[in-house]
């Protein structure tokens, strides 16, 4: 159902312009949450994925183009539209591939449903950037990872831009948030027989491809903040500390690309 947008203050175009990312998120009421996907192909993955959309936004020459078949797939759901000048004064910023989709927070699974059956489970901690979760998510997805539980001090899985980085993948792979972390979240992945290892640059820590590490059945790969790492205590408490072998004085990577170096040496079947 297409609507031409004439009026910015309508009140179906609310989720995309007055709407902050805590307000889309809503943590007092997760089951009324929205987030908002960017790109026709990422839009596609979502719904094929089940997800259940609110509207469409697009720029009018989008109608007939791009975005085409998700407004027929769509049906009776809104699509409103409108010249890029216009929806770039809406938004505040200009349309990447010039289609959103505002969609409902899906029910997220618990840690045991996570968990249970997998081999391979990444843990991210307090990582706050929004592009490194989306590429954090994009590496497990393509790189053989199970599943993956957030604290609750990370940046939004579903936060547009961590969505659109991710490439879709955010809605392939199972994740979940960790709210009893680091106590008695350690002791309960210890419970269903996971060992963990923390990427840090300690004294004690062992290559990525330890022999000891590539032998563990079941293995939780804890992710800690950009710049910082992981806290002491919860280095610690881990089972393993590794590190990825450097050269040329370089002491460290970028979250994401670490993550990446991680899940490739430590997948399963190698």
């Avoid at 919860?234 to 450097?246: T, V």
Wanted: proline share 6%; hydrophobic share 45%.
């Amino acid at each position: 159902m297409v609507i031409p947008v004439t009026d910015l203050t309508h009140p179906g175009l609310h989720p995309y312009a007055r709407l902050t990312e805590a307000q889309l998120r809503n943590r007092l009421e997760p089951d009324q949450g929205i987030f908002i996907a960017e790109s026709p192909k990422v839009i596609r993955v979502a719904l094929d994925a089940g997800y259940e959309p609110i509207s469409l936004l697009t720029e009018e020459k989008h109608i007939a183009g791009q975005a085409a078949d998700l407004v027929a797939r769509l049906g009776d759901v809104p699509v409103y539209t409108g010249s890029r000048q216009l929806l770039a004064s809406l938004t505040g910023y200009e349309l990447t591939r010039g289609v959103l989709c505002a969609m409902h927070r899906p029910l997220l699974p618990s840690v045991e449903q996570i968990c249970q059956g997998k081999r391979r489970i990444v843990l991210v901690d307090n990582v706050v950037n929004s592009t490194n979760t989306g590429a954090i998510l994009r590496a497990a997805a393509a790189l053989g990872i199970d599943g993956i539980l957030f604290t609750t001090t990370c940046c939004d899985p579903l936060n547009r831009r961590s969505v659109r980085v991710s490439m879709g993948t955010v809605f392939q792979i199972l994740w979940t948030y960790f709210p009893s972390w680091p106590s008695p979240g350690m002791e309960q992945l210890h419970a269903m027989g996971f060992k963990t290892v923390a990427l840090a640059l300690t004294p004690t820590a062992v290559p990525i491809n330890h022999p000891d590490l590539l032998a563990e059945e079941k293995l939780v790969i804890v992710l800690g903040t950009e710049g910082d790492g992981l806290s002491r205590r919860i280095i610690e408490e881990c089972d393993y500390q590794a590190i990825i072998p450097m050269q040329r004085g370089v002491d460290s990577l970028n979250v994401a690309a670490a993550a990446a170096v991680a899940f490739w040496q430590l997948r399963i079947n190698q």
